[in-house]
């Protein structure tokens, strides 16, 4: 069952002019693994829109609780490049009081347009929210 959902779009030059104008903004809002690419370079700045615009969206299936830090919540890669929410502190535990068990990520990015979805998928009994089990933590 679908327990959340979230989509944000990011102008890509805007996040571009952001992070460099402004010190230490991508290290506010990234981890040092989400900066860093498949082949250990720098991530792009289309890249890095992508990602804040799913952390944004994963703030929105969430419901935007408030305690969200944008550390605890890391969008990774799949060996063959599919995108993955992999969570921890107070995101996970927002994650775990909504009963999100899983989440779907989509990422795109068209001209100077970054889009991300986010859904969370959970079990709902009749009693309520079950203990979801099945969430990525980060180590």
């Known amino acids: ?5 979230g989509v944000d779009v990011v102008n890509i030059p ?13 290290e506010m809002l990234f981890t040092a693994k989400e900066r860093i690419d498949e082949g250990g370079g720098p991530r792009s700045s289309t890249s ?18 408030s305690g969200l830090r944008w550390h605890d919540c890391e969008v990774m890669s799949e060996p063959d490049g599919r ?9 996970l ?5 909504l009963g999100a068990r899983s989440w779907h990520l989509s990422l ?6 970054a889009v991300a979805y986010v859904i969370a998928e959970g ?3 009749l009693e309520g929210v079950e203990t979801p089990r099945a969430i990525r933590e980060s180590a």
Request: proline share 5%.
């Open 1 to 5: 069952m679908i327990v959340g959902i």
């Open 14 to 26: 805007m996040f571009d002019a952001t992070i460099h104008r402004a010190p230490g903004f991508a």
């Open 48 to 65: 890095l829109a992508a990602r804040y615009a799913a952390k944004q969206a994963l703030a929105k299936a969430l419901g935007v609780p």
């Open 83 to 91: 995108p993955y929410l992999s969570l921890r502190g107070g995101v």
């Open 93 to 97: 535990a927002a994650a775990r009081d």
């Open 108 to 113: 795109a990015t068209e001209a100077d347009v």
């Open 123 to 125: 079990i709902v009994s």
